[in-house]
């Protein structure tokens, strides 16, 4: 008990003396020892690297799982070591209500049998956001926690105690001073011409006494100093691994990104599956629709305006050809045609397009129409408007907009 207490009675002395020394460096009214430049810039490096690898890990939390309560849910788990409970994404459970409520419309209806194509491809979406989910969270995001929670506190821990340790070196560089200074003070010549001599016997005594004070204190800076310098080194080395952590972080970000285009191209894939299957089924139910996929008549169709427009460098697509629909060639008369009610929509022109005769409207490219089509026209074309101007445009030249 007694060697607790003097530990204690030691420990708050030093921690006053420290508090002294840093109170006094603030005011101005002590030195400080100052760092070496290279250690200087490895700290400053490392606090960069906490500061964004900490704004990177909480965005990227936010990106995976913008739901904040189930973040905290997440954050509970994992502190109090226990497994998180598997969650449906919102995908899956939207296509759970699709299909949930195809049943009640009727499955052989075409709209619960879509709702029931719909929903299947809502939850291979979900599947595919679950496996995105659980990669990035291992190769990603736990590594940065990692950094943050582990390596991170021990480089802050060894920085604390080099603080500690420039503060105990300054305290001992103050005190050998002021021992000096007290030593040559005493040392200074008495007066001999002092009626009692008693004042030189306590002046030699004085300046030994001081002798022995700034031998005590060259002695306690020796020790300081070593102290400082062995802690100094330790932490050097700690911050110089910085470096590996961003070799670390490097290819945890090619992990991230290589786990992002696989989901991203799944979805992808997914949807224009999705596209392909409902056009099949539902071709002929919506005259009136957009269509850009292959016709039944088994007359390929050029690429979409979407991908068209997406690929770099892409060419202008070929000349579609014209209608040989008799009913459409002895019937559709371009100055007759009125727009619908409904169905029309903006398009950006994607190439510029020299119409080939008068039934057809000539192109600039990135200007925009108004297009729309009519009942009985081939799927490759639209009617186009620009101000007065109407005619037939194709739709490969086109990329229609929402």
Known sequence: ??????????????????????????????????????????????????????????????????????RIEEFFYEKLDRKIPSRITNAELLGQYMQDAAKDFGPGTPYGSTLITVGDFQK???????????????????????????????????????????????????????????????????????????????????????????????????????????????????????????????????????????YYTQCHKHMQDLQKELSSANGDTFPNAFAVNASTSGVSTAPSPLSSATLPGASSPSRPPNPSNALEASTLKIEEVKPPATGTRKAKVLYDYDAADTSELSLLADELITVYTVPGMDPDWLIGERGNQKGKVPVTYLELLS
């Open 124 to 262: 291979r979406l979900g599947g595919a956001e679950r496996e995105f989910l659980q990669t990035s969270a291992i190769n990603f995001l736990t590594p940065l926690r990692n950094f943050l929670e582990g390596d991170w506190k021990t480089i802050s821990k060894e920085r604390r105690l080099l603080e500690n340790r420039r503060l105990d070196l300054d305290v001992c560089k103050a005190r050998l001073k002021k021992a000096k200074l007290a030593e040559a003070k005493a040392a200074a010549a008495p007066d001999f011409q002092e009626t009692r001599p008693r004042n030189y016997v306590l002046s030699a005594s004085a300046s030994a006494l001081w002798s022995e004070e700034v031998d005590k204190a060259e002695h306690e800076l020796r020790v300081a100093q070593t102290e400082f310098d062995r802690q100094a080194e330790v932490t050097r080395l700690l911050l110089e691994g910085i470096s590996s952590t961003h070799v670390n972080h490097l290819r945890c970000l090619h992990e991230f990104v290589e786990a992002q285009a696989a």
């Open 1 to 70: 008990m007694d060697f607790n207490v003097k530990k204690l009675a030691s420990d708050a002395g030093v921690f006053f003396t420290r508090a002294v020394q840093y109170t006094e460096e603030k005011l101005g009214q002590a030195e400080k020892t100052e760092l070496d430049a290279h250690l200087e810039n490895l700290i400053a490096r490392a606090d960069c690297t906490k500061n964004w690898t900490d704004k990177i890990f909480r965005q990227t939390e936010v990106l995976l799982q913008p739901n904040p309560s189930a």
